[in-house]
Every structure is written in structure tokens, then in C-alpha cells.
């Protein structure tokens, strides 16, 4: 059974920093692509970050490009996202997904990702 368990999400003041993680199992996780995503209250889901198998390439939502960091550890299973300097429009819901896809380039689009995790909720106060 695939299973993706995210957490670390609370509620924080803005200028805080977070990490939040992704652990997981039920598949192979070192063949697949880390990406995370967000949705906000009355907004589409959108694009953050994603990591590639080996963690070596990432690629970042020019919203969050120098604050948030995406990497993993394919030895415990489990993608992180280190988020610093919040601002109030980073609150949202965040979901981890994994996509077995080969195309790098198509990592920002959220339906090449085959499994999704249940999201953990990041407030940002001002």
C-alpha cells in the first residue's frame, strides 16, 4: 500500500522558518520524483519545489526561489521541504507527490504525479 505521511506543519510568524517532511513507503521511492505542491483557501493547487531521484537537481516556484529548500533521503524513504523566511502568502495547504516520470522538464505539472499525500496545514501570521 502506497503511503505518503506529510508533517511539520503549524502555525507560524511571518520571517519563521519550517520543515516540513514527507515520509513514505508502498513503492520505490528512489526512482521517483519528489515534488511538492500547495493550495490555498479558494485557489488552484499550485507548484513549489520538486527534487529529483538521485537529489541532485531541484526546481523551485519563482514564488519561494531563495526561501524554501527541497531535498531527500532516499536511505529513510522521506522528501523535505525546509522553508525559511515565511510570509503570510505561503499559507496553505502543502502536499508531497511522487511521479515515476522521466521528463524532468514536466516536473511542475501536478498530473504526472501518481501518488499524494493527505497535505499538513502551514499558517503564516503577519
Known amino acids: 500500500q502506497v503511503q505518503l505521511v506529510e508533517s511539520g506543519g503549524r502555525l507560524v510568524q511571518a520571517g519563521d522558518s519550517l520543515r516540513l517532511s514527507c515520509e513514505t513507503s508502498?513503492?520505490?521511492?528512489?526512482?521517483?520524483?519528489m515534488g511538492w505542491f500547495r493550495q490555498a483557501p479558494g485557489k488552484e493547487r499550485e507548484f513549489v519545489a520538486a527534487?529529483?531521484?538521485?537529489?541532485?537537481?531541484?526546481h523551485y516556484a519563482d514564488s519561494v526561489k531563495d526561501r524554501f529548500t527541497c531535498f531527500r533521503d532516499n536511505a529513510k524513504n522521506t522528501a523535505y521541504l525546509q522553508m525559511n523566511g515565511l510570509k503570510p502568502e505561503d499559507t496553505a495547504v502543502y502536499f508531497c507527490?511522487?511521479?515515476?516520470?522521466?521528463?524532468?522538464?514536466?516536473?511542475?505539472?501536478?498530473?504526472?504525479?501518481?501518488?499524494w499525500g493527505q497535505g499538513t496545514q502551514v499558517s503564516v501570521s503577519s
Open positions: 507527490a511522487a511521479s515515476y516520470e522521466s521528463n524532468w522538464a514536466a516536473m511542475m505539472i501536478s498530473r504526472v504525479y501518481a501518488y
Open positions: 508502498g513503492f520505490s521511492f528512489r526512482r521517483h520524483v
Open positions: 527534487v529529483d531521484w538521485a537529489g541532485g537537481q531541484t
